[in-house]
């Protein structure tokens, strides 16, 4: 694979961190993946200002990313992936410097490393089709969520744990309110109307989240932006996890207990038809 690494495209196996980059030692640094349908970025300018604002709040010294569109691109391209299914991973430190908590005096130049992987849609597409599992656990994260920060042990953790409870995702906790996945956004459906939790400093502002929201407002879908409680979500008819590699699936079932019908709701069905149809996909499948 081709890599792209500090201004160059060079062989992946050639990439050298070094042991003093700030990524490594601190997590001192964000990262963003994009879709890419045929050749086609999806919303790559969201992920770019959602760079964007996470650098300005790190505070790192370059504050516009936009050139790593043309980056993205180029390495689909240099990988065979022009016209695939793929994603691009891309991650920006703080660089190498002497390990201190504080910035370094003479910040030195940020690291960026960016790397395409062909996506296995059919796969995602088939657990959009048949629905997924959750199970919940308590939000033990920071509070400045809303930065895509590296920083991820604990949604490692909470991720794992769904994994060995036989599910797709874990759903976090935070006084009482369902807030997001460990590497989605979740939605539920309360008499028709679509709600997830509103943007704050608590939850990631999702590309996919964004732009189902704006289907919706298209479409004449309800929403309300508002928390979604623990203590009611035993009276949803639907629930859904959105984001980046799982576009919208259905949540069938929360900790064992069926959600609704215990089957793929109309909300989320037709929340995938335009989705589908927003990225060129023909829908339904098969």
């Given at each position: 694979m081709i890599a792209y690494f500090n201004n160059d495209f060079i062989d992946k196996d050639l990439v050298r961190i070094s042991p003093d980059d700030r990524g490594f030692l601190l997590a001192d640094g964000l990262y963003e993946v994009l879709r890419s349908y045929g050749g086609k970025l999806f919303r790559a300018a969201d992920h770019i200002a959602r760079l964007n604002y996470g650098a300005r709040h790190l505070r790192l010294s370059q504050g516009d990313f936009s050139y790593l569109v043309p980056v993205a691109e180029e390495?689909?391209?240099?990988?065979?992936?022009?016209?695939?299914?793929?994603?691009?991973?891309?991650?920006?430190?703080?660089?190498?410097?002497?390990?201190?908590?504080?910035?370094?005096?003479?910040?030195?130049?940020?690291?960026?490393?960016?790397?395409?992987?062909?996506?296995?849609?059919?796969?995602?597409?088939?657990?959009?089709?048949?629905?997924?599992?959750?199970?919940?656990?308590?939000?033990?994260?920071?509070?400045?969520?809303?930065?895509?920060?590296?920083?991820?042990?604990?949604?490692?953790?909470?991720?794992?744990?769904?994994?060995?409870?036989?599910?797709?995702?874990?759903?976090?906790?935070?006084?009482?309110?369902?807030?997001?996945?460990?590497?989605?956004?979740?939605?539920?459906?309360?008499?028709?109307?679509?709600?997830?939790?509103?943007?704050?400093?608590?939850?990631?502002?999702?590309?996919?989240?964004?732009?189902?929201?704006?289907?919706?407002?298209?479409?004449?879908?309800?929403?309300?932006?508002?928390?979604?409680?623990?203590?009611?979500?035993?009276?949803?008819?639907e629930a859904m996890i959105v984001g980046t590699t799982v576009e919208v699936t259905p949540v069938l079932t929360v900790d064992g207990r069926p959600v609704g019908s215990g089957r793929p709701g109309p909300v989320a069905r037709r929340l995938q038809e335009l989705f589908a149809a927003e990225v060129g996909r023909p829908w339904p499948q098969g």
């Amino acid at each position: 694979m081709i890599a792209y690494f500090n201004n160059d495209f060079i062989d992946k196996d050639l990439v050298r961190i070094s042991p003093d980059d700030r990524g490594f030692l601190l997590a001192d640094g964000l990262y963003e993946v994009l879709r890419s349908y045929g050749g086609k970025l999806f919303r790559a300018a969201d992920h770019i200002a959602r760079l964007n604002y996470g650098a300005r709040h790190l505070r790192l010294s370059q504050g516009d990313f936009s050139y790593l569109v043309p980056v993205a691109e180029e390495l689909l391209r240099r990988n065979g992936l022009a016209e695939a299914e793929a994603t691009v991973y891309f991650q920006v430190t703080r660089g190498a410097a002497k390990r201190t908590h504080a910035f370094p005096a003479q910040p030195p130049p940020l690291t960026v490393y960016g790397l395409p992987s062909p996506f296995d849609a059919q796969a995602m597409l088939r657990r959009m089709e048949s629905g997924v599992a959750a199970i919940t656990l308590p939000d033990q994260r920071w509070a400045r969520c809303d930065m895509k920060t590296v920083g991820l042990t604990a949604n490692v953790l909470a991720n794992q744990a769904a994994h060995e409870a036989g599910a797709a995702e874990a759903i976090l906790v935070r006084d009482g309110v369902l807030i997001e996945g460990t590497h989605s956004n979740f939605m539920a459906v309360f008499g028709g109307t679509l709600v997830t939790a509103p943007t704050s400093n608590y939850i990631l502002s999702g590309i996919t989240r964004k732009a189902v929201l704006e289907l919706c407002a298209r479409h004449g879908v309800p929403v309300e932006l508002r928390p979604i409680y623990a203590s009611e979500f035993h009276q949803a008819e639907e629930a859904m996890i959105v984001g980046t590699t799982v576009e919208v699936t259905p949540v069938l079932t929360v900790d064992g207990r069926p959600v609704g019908s215990g089957r793929p709701g109309p909300v989320a069905r037709r929340l995938q038809e335009l989705f589908a149809a927003e990225v060129g996909r023909p829908w339904p499948q098969g």
